[in-house]
């Protein structure tokens, strides 16, 4: 199935998403693949907040978006894969049965099926800035997030039982 077929089909059921792409075999080029997505979209989503700040504050946006490429790309993605770990050894404590590459999986998967909030976060705080709806929108997304997550997780953790 194509990524935007199976995003969609995330917000209906993650966990038989993720139950097929763990079907599909393991494969790390497709987990770093989902991870450099969303820090890619991530990164866009913070453009217009970013182009916003430039034109309040009269600083140079080149710089804003350079600090923003670095955080977003290059170092978001270790942060990515020390959490991943971490949530492995915790389901593995818990007496979970999955693999490091499963949580990896997981985790990187609920990030990028929530990435069209991420999106709209980012647009809501470009175009109307700190407040309500940014709060709200950024609530909605975290909240979508952990579900797709957590699903995800629990999937692996019984695919391997």
Known sequence: MAV?????????????????????GQREDRALVFVMAFCVVAFV???PSLARKAH????????????ALLGSVFILPLFF???????YWAARMAGGQG???????????????S??????????AG???????????????VAVFVWFWLSGLRQVQRSAA
């Open 115 to 124: 990435a069209p909030l991420v999106l709209l976060n980012g647009l809501v």
């Open 56 to 67: 309040l504050e009269g600083v140079e946006l080149n710089m804003l978006l350079g600090g």
């Open 45 to 47: 989503a913070q453009m």
């Open 4 to 24: 935007s077929s199976d995003i969609l089909a995330t917000y209906r059921g993650p966990g038989r998403v993720v139950r097929r792409l763990l079907e599909m």
């Open 127 to 141: 175009f109307i800035g700190p407040g309500p709806a940014l709060t709200i929108v950024g609530i909605v997304w």
């Open 99 to 113: 693999t490091a590459y499963g949580a990896r999986l997981a985790l990187f998967w609920a990030l990028l099926a």
């Open 81 to 87: 894969y020390t959490l991943a770990l971490i949530s």
